[in-house]
């Protein structure tokens, strides 16, 4: 089964970036839909961003304008560009695809704080 690992998470000062990969040990070609989630202390997690194989995307209304989601099939990556962050955007930040789910990864920490 693919294993997923999240990396590229840090702290980041409100309105700052970050690039979020997401490394699967095997092929996604395959896997039509690839998802960002995140979780905040206290929270359910709660989906991001979407981006279909053939490279359509979709985001939570919150994050419009500011997420980019990507993938990249040949090398079995899927990413998250985030600008513009906010103290509200700091979560644990995971990838997977849609229910039913692959195994989780640890998920990557991202702290927007002065």
């Known amino acids: 089964q693919v294993q997923l690992v999240e990396s590229g998470g840090g702290l980041v000062q409100p309105g700052g970036s970050l690039r979020l990969s997401c490394a699967a040990s095997e092929s996604i070609f395959s896997i039509y839909y690839m998802r960002w989630y995140r979780q905040a202390p206290g929270k359910q997690r709660e989906w991001v961003a979407v981006i279909t194989s053939g490279g359509t995307t979709n985001y939570k209304d919150s994050v419009k304008g500011r997420f980019t989601i990507s993938r990249d099939n040949a090398k079995n990556m899927v990413y998250l560009q985030m600008n513009s962050l906010k103290p509200e955007d700091t979560a644990v930040y995971y990838c997977?695809?849609?229910?039913?789910?692959?195994?989780w990864g640890q998920g990557t920490q991202v702290t927007v704080s002065s």
């Open positions: 997977n695809t849609i229910s039913p789910y692959l195994p």
